[in-house]
């Protein structure tokens, strides 16, 4: 079983950036894969993006150039940076981790609005 906590959603201006934080339960290099998924309102979740146990990246095409993810071992935490936030970028935020089976964060929010 992992437990992840995730933080760092909120309310910012278009253009704006925001940092989210997600901190594993066990060690991040035991997963397969970790990401942050999306859900906007009547949306389907999507993939933001992912970090491979490798260290490999993949971003979704609307994100490419304005979100970074990153992962620090000695604090069993994977991040979100975004920055040039677009009101588009606004849903509930999801922490993954892939291994034999996949767990979930609860969501944290992030709106994008002026």
């Known amino acids: 079983q992992v437990q992840l906590t995730e933080s760092g959603g909120g309310l910012v201006q278009p253009g704006g950036s925001l940092r989210l934080s997600c901190t594993a339960s066990r060690n991040i290099f035991s997963a397969r894969a970790m990401g942050w998924y999306r859900q906007a309102p009547g949306k389907e979740r999507e993939l933001v993006a992912a970090?491979?146990?490798?260290?490999?990246?993949n971003y979704a095409d609307s994100v490419k150039g304005r979100f970074t993810i990153s992962r620090d071992s000695a604090k069993n935490t994977v991040y979100l940076q975004m920055n040039s936030l677009k009101p588009e970028d606004t849903g509930i935020y999801y922490c993954?981790?892939?291994?034999?089976?996949?767990?979930w964060g609860q969501g944290t929010q992030v709106t994008v609005s002026s």
């Open positions: 970090i491979i146990s490798g260290g490999s990246t």
């Open positions: 993954y981790y892939g291994r034999t089976s996949d767990y």
